[in-house]
C-alpha cells in the first residue's frame, strides 16, 4: 500500500508514467473478479479499462483512507453497475474464452481431471449468474478477490453487518443453485 | 441451531471474521449441534469450489491504453457522460456536479456562450424596439395591419392573424389612422372573449408559438430556399406566376401556407423577409389588395433555376428575381409532398412577391 501512495504521490507530481505501474500491478486482479461479477470478458476488459481511466483522472481525489486497489474497485463497480444500466451482456465468460483475454488458468490437470473441472466450473459460474447482483458482488469479492470484510464494505459502502448477512445469504442462495454439483 | 444468527455467525467463522466471543460462541455452537457443523461443511466446500475456479487473465498490457485515453480525455474534453469514481450512491444525479462540469467547460471555451447570448440580445432588442409598436407614424399604412383594407380576403387574414395572435381586433376604415395603443400586437395577450379556431391558428397565425403543437422552431426557418421579385398588381391578379410552374411541372400549394408549413403570419413574413403587415399568404390573392404574397412550391433539383429564368423572362411583369438559400438544412422532419406533386419532394421554396402598384419600369435594355 505504501508504495501505491508513492507512486500515487509521483503521479500527482506530473510523472504520469507512474500509473502504468499501477495498472499492471492491478490490472488481471481486477479483470478476473469484474468477469465473474459481470459474467462476460468483453465487458469486464472494457470496465477495467474505464475504471484505470477514470482513476488517472481523479486520482486528486484519492485522499489515501484506504488502499488504492479498494478505490480503484469501488471504481470499477461504478463503471459496472452503469455499464449495466446500460447494455445488456453480449457474450458470457463461457463463451467468451476466445474473444477476449486468455483462457482462465487452469494448472496441467489430466484429460479427464480436466474436463470435470471444467464442467463444475461451466456449473459454478452459472450458478453465479444466477444470484442477484448484490449477492454475486460480495461472493465474488470475498471468495474469488479474498477481501475481508472491511474491504468489502469500503467498496460496496455497506456496514460490515451487512456485508456478514449478505454474504451468508449468497452462499446459500449458491449451495441451492449447486447442490447438485457440491454432492460430486 | 435455528436462527439466521446462527448461520451468520457460522459463515463468519469460516471467513475468520469473528472476535473472541464470537468466536467462542460458534465454537460451542458447532460442539452441541451436528446440523451446524454440517452447515460449516458445505460452506466450506462451496468457499472451496469458487476459490478454485480457473483465473481470468486480461493478456494484454492496458497501461499504455488507458494513459492515452486519459490524455485524449482531457485534451479534448470528449469525456462523456460517464460515472464519478467511488461515489457513496453510483449513479445519483448531481445537480453541483453538473453545474461545475458546465462552467469548467465555459471557463475553458468562452467563446460557446458569445452566439447564444448575441441571439438573445437582439431577440430582447427586437422586442423593445419593434418599430411598428414604438413610432406611429413610421411606416405609414403599407406597414401596419391597422392600415389594410377592411373588405376583401386580405383584410380578413389580417383578422384571423390578429385573433390568433389575441389581439384586440381592430377594423378600421380604409386609411384611417389607429392610435399606437389600439393597434393589434403579435405579442398581445390574448383576450378571454376572443376564441381562435384551431385552424386559424395553425394556418393564419398569431404570435403565441404554444398554441401551435408540434410547429417548427423559429431557427428551422432558416432552412427555407426563398425567391424573391417584385411584381406587378396586374400580374399577381392574372396570377402569370403560375405559367412558370406549369411549364416545369412545380407543384404550388393551394393551402394556405402558413397552414402547410405551420407557421404564424409573423415567422412566414420573418421567412421572406417582409413585413407582417404586408402580408398575404396562399395562390389566390386577386381579390385583395395585399402588399406582398407568399406562395410555396415544391421543386426538384434544377427546378429553383427554371423559375428564377422564367419570372426573369417576364421583366414586365416581374423583376429584382432574387434567391436567398438557407445556411443550414431545415431542423424538422421533412412533410409530406404537397398535393398533385409530380416531382419527388425535394425541397421547399417559399416564393415572396412584393407588389410595385405602379407600373414596374422596364429594365434597362429591354
Given at each position: 500500500?505504501?508504495?501505491?501512495?508513492?507512486l500515487i504521490a509521483e503521479i500527482l507530481k506530473g510523472r504520469t508514467a507512474a500509473f502504468e505501474n499501477l495498472v499492471r500491478k492491478y490490472q488481471d486482479r481486477l479483470f478476473n473478479s469484474v468477469a465473474y461479477m459481470v459474467g462476460n470478458v468483453e465487458d469486464a476488459r472494457d470496465i477495467v479499462q474505464e475504471a484505470f481511466v477514470q482513476a488517472f483522472l481523479n486520482l486528486r481525489t484519492f485522499q489515501g483512507t484506504s488502499a488504492f486497489y479498494t478505490w480503484l474497485y469501488r471504481i470499477a463497480f461504478n463503471v459496472a453497475a452503469t455499464e449495466r444500466r446500460r447494455k445488456r451482456p453480449k457474450i458470457s465468460v463461457e463463451r467468451g474464452r476466445d474473444r477476449t483475454g486468455r483462457e482462465p488458468i487452469d494448472g496441467q490437470p489430466g484429460p479427464a481431471e480436466r474436463v470435470e473441472r471444467e464442467e463444475r466450473g461451466r456449473r459454478v459460474r452459472q450458478g453465479l449468474s444466477q444470484l442477484s447482483e448484490e449477492h454475486r458482488a460480495v461472493l465474488v469479492l470475498r471468495e474469488i478477490d479474498g477481501c475481508r470484510y472491511e474491504t468489502i464494505a469500503e467498496i460496496l459502502g455497506l456496514p460490515i453487518g451487512t456485508i456478514r448477512s449478505r454474504l451468508h445469504r449468497a452462499r446459500l442462495e449458491l449451495r441451492e443453485e449447486l447442490k447438485n454439483a457440491l454432492i460430486d | 441451531m435455528k436462527n439466521q444468527s446462527d448461520h451468520e455467525l457460522l459463515s463468519a467463522y469460516l471467513d475468520g471474521e469473528l472476535d473472541a466471543a464470537?468466536?467462542?460462541?460458534?465454537?460451542?455452537?458447532?460442539?452441541?449441534?451436528?446440523?451446524?457443523?454440517?452447515?460449516?461443511?458445505?460452506?466450506?466446500?462451496?468457499?472451496?469450489?469458487?476459490?478454485?475456479?480457473?483465473?481470468?487473465?486480461?493478456?494484454?498490457?492496458?497501461?499504455?491504453?488507458?494513459?492515452?485515453?486519459?490524455?485524449?480525455?482531457?485534451?479534448?474534453?470528449?469525456?462523456?457522460?460517464?460515472?464519478?469514481?467511488?461515489?457513496?450512491?453510483?449513479?445519483?444525479?448531481?445537480?453541483?456536479?453538473?453545474?461545475?462540469?458546465?462552467?469548467?467547460?465555459?471557463?475553458?471555451?468562452?467563446?460557446?456562450v458569445v452566439w447564444p447570448l448575441i441571439v438573445l440580445t437582439v431577440a430582447a432588442l427586437l422586442m423593445v424596439f419593434d418599430p411598428d409598436r414604438r413610432d406611429p407614424g413610421r411606416g405609414g399604412g403599407d406597414r401596419n395591419i391597422a392600415m389594410l383594407p377592411q373588405d376583401g380576403k386580405s383584410a380578413g387574414k389580417a383578422e384571423g392573424a390578429d385573433r390568433a395572435a389575441g389581439a384586440k381586433i381592430i377594423a378600421p376604415k380604409e386609411g384611417e389612422y389607429v392610435k399606437p395603443e389600439d393597434r393589434p400586437s403579435m405579442s398581445a395577450v390574448k383576450s378571454p372573449d376572443v376564441v381562435p379556431n384551431p385552424s386559424q391558428l395553425v394556418a393564419k397565425g398569431g404570435g403565441d408559438a404554444a398554441e401551435t403543437p408540434d410547429r417548427p422552431s423559429a431557427a428551422s426557418l432558416a432552412g427555407l430556399v426563398v425567391?424573391?421579385?417584385?411584381?406587378?398588381?396586374?400580374?399577381?391578379?392574372?396570377?402569370?406566376?403560375?405559367?412558370?410552374?406549369?411549364?416545369?411541372?412545380?407543384?404550388?400549394?393551394?393551402?394556405?401556407?402558413?397552414?402547410?408549413?405551420?407557421?404564424?403570419?409573423?415567422?412566414?413574413?420573418?421567412?421572406?423577409?417582409?413585413?407582417?403587415?404586408?402580408?398575404?399568404?396562399?395562390?389566390?390573392?386577386?381579390?385583395?389588395?395585399?402588399?406582398?404574397?407568399?406562395?410555396?412550391?415544391?421543386?426538384?433539383?434544377?427546378?429553383?433555376?427554371?423559375?428564377?429564368?422564367?419570372?426573369?423572362?417576364?421583366?414586365?411583369?416581374?423583376?429584382?428575381?432574387?434567391?436567398?438559400?438557407?445556411?443550414?438544412?431545415?431542423?424538422?422532419?421533412?412533410?409530406?409532398?404537397?398535393?398533385?406533386?409530380?416531382?419527388?419532394?425535394?425541397?421547399?421554396?417559399?416564393?415572396?412577391?412584393?407588389?410595385?402598384d405602379a407600373a414596374l419600369p422596364m429594365p434597362a435594355g429591354k
Amino acid at each position: 500500500m505504501s508504495d501505491d501512495l508513492e507512486l500515487i504521490a509521483e503521479i500527482l507530481k506530473g510523472r504520469t508514467a507512474a500509473f502504468e505501474n499501477l495498472v499492471r500491478k492491478y490490472q488481471d486482479r481486477l479483470f478476473n473478479s469484474v468477469a465473474y461479477m459481470v459474467g462476460n470478458v468483453e465487458d469486464a476488459r472494457d470496465i477495467v479499462q474505464e475504471a484505470f481511466v477514470q482513476a488517472f483522472l481523479n486520482l486528486r481525489t484519492f485522499q489515501g483512507t484506504s488502499a488504492f486497489y479498494t478505490w480503484l474497485y469501488r471504481i470499477a463497480f461504478n463503471v459496472a453497475a452503469t455499464e449495466r444500466r446500460r447494455k445488456r451482456p453480449k457474450i458470457s465468460v463461457e463463451r467468451g474464452r476466445d474473444r477476449t483475454g486468455r483462457e482462465p488458468i487452469d494448472g496441467q490437470p489430466g484429460p479427464a481431471e480436466r474436463v470435470e473441472r471444467e464442467e463444475r466450473g461451466r456449473r459454478v459460474r452459472q450458478g453465479l449468474s444466477q444470484l442477484s447482483e448484490e449477492h454475486r458482488a460480495v461472493l465474488v469479492l470475498r471468495e474469488i478477490d479474498g477481501c475481508r470484510y472491511e474491504t468489502i464494505a469500503e467498496i460496496l459502502g455497506l456496514p460490515i453487518g451487512t456485508i456478514r448477512s449478505r454474504l451468508h445469504r449468497a452462499r446459500l442462495e449458491l449451495r441451492e443453485e449447486l447442490k447438485n454439483a457440491l454432492i460430486d | 441451531m435455528k436462527n439466521q444468527s446462527d448461520h451468520e455467525l457460522l459463515s463468519a467463522y469460516l471467513d475468520g471474521e469473528l472476535d473472541a466471543a464470537e468466536r467462542a460462541r460458534a465454537e460451542r455452537l458447532l460442539a452441541d449441534n451436528p446440523s451446524a457443523g454440517q452447515l460449516l461443511d458445505e460452506l466450506r466446500a462451496l468457499g472451496s469450489t469458487l476459490q478454485s475456479l480457473p483465473r481470468h487473465e486480461l493478456g494484454e498490457d492496458l497501461s499504455e491504453t488507458v494513459l492515452q485515453s486519459a490524455a485524449r480525455r482531457k485534451a479534448n474534453e470528449i469525456d462523456a457522460p460517464r460515472p464519478v469514481p467511488a461515489p457513496a450512491e453510483p449513479g445519483r444525479f448531481r445537480p453541483r456536479a453538473l453545474g461545475r462540469k458546465i462552467a469548467d467547460r465555459i471557463k475553458d471555451n468562452p467563446r460557446m456562450v458569445v452566439w447564444p447570448l448575441i441571439v438573445l440580445t437582439v431577440a430582447a432588442l427586437l422586442m423593445v424596439f419593434d418599430p411598428d409598436r414604438r413610432d406611429p407614424g413610421r411606416g405609414g399604412g403599407d406597414r401596419n395591419i391597422a392600415m389594410l383594407p377592411q373588405d376583401g380576403k386580405s383584410a380578413g387574414k389580417a383578422e384571423g392573424a390578429d385573433r390568433a395572435a389575441g389581439a384586440k381586433i381592430i377594423a378600421p376604415k380604409e386609411g384611417e389612422y389607429v392610435k399606437p395603443e389600439d393597434r393589434p400586437s403579435m405579442s398581445a395577450v390574448k383576450s378571454p372573449d376572443v376564441v381562435p379556431n384551431p385552424s386559424q391558428l395553425v394556418a393564419k397565425g398569431g404570435g403565441d408559438a404554444a398554441e401551435t403543437p408540434d410547429r417548427p422552431s423559429a431557427a428551422s426557418l432558416a432552412g427555407l430556399v426563398v425567391i424573391q421579385c417584385q411584381a406587378s398588381r396586374e400580374a399577381l391578379e392574372k396570377r402569370e406566376y403560375r405559367k412558370v410552374f406549369d411549364e416545369n411541372d412545380i407543384a404550388l400549394s393551394e393551402q394556405p401556407v402558413g397552414e402547410v408549413l405551420r407557421m404564424t403570419p409573423a415567422e412566414l413574413a420573418s421567412a421572406a423577409g417582409v413585413d407582417v403587415a404586408e402580408l398575404d399568404v396562399g395562390p389566390h390573392a386577386a381579390d385583395a389588395k395585399p402588399k406582398a404574397t407568399i406562395l410555396l412550391v415544391e421543386v426538384a433539383p434544377g427546378q429553383i433555376a427554371k423559375i428564377l429564368d422564367g419570372l426573369k423572362a417576364m421583366p414586365d411583369k416581374f423583376h429584382e428575381v432574387s434567391i436567398r438559400t438557407p445556411r443550414t438544412p431545415p431542423s424538422h422532419s421533412p412533410a409530406p409532398p404537397l398535393p398533385g406533386a409530380k416531382a419527388p419532394a425535394a425541397k421547399r421554396v417559399l416564393v415572396v412577391f412584393r407588389v410595385l402598384d405602379a407600373a414596374l419600369p422596364m429594365p434597362a435594355g429591354k
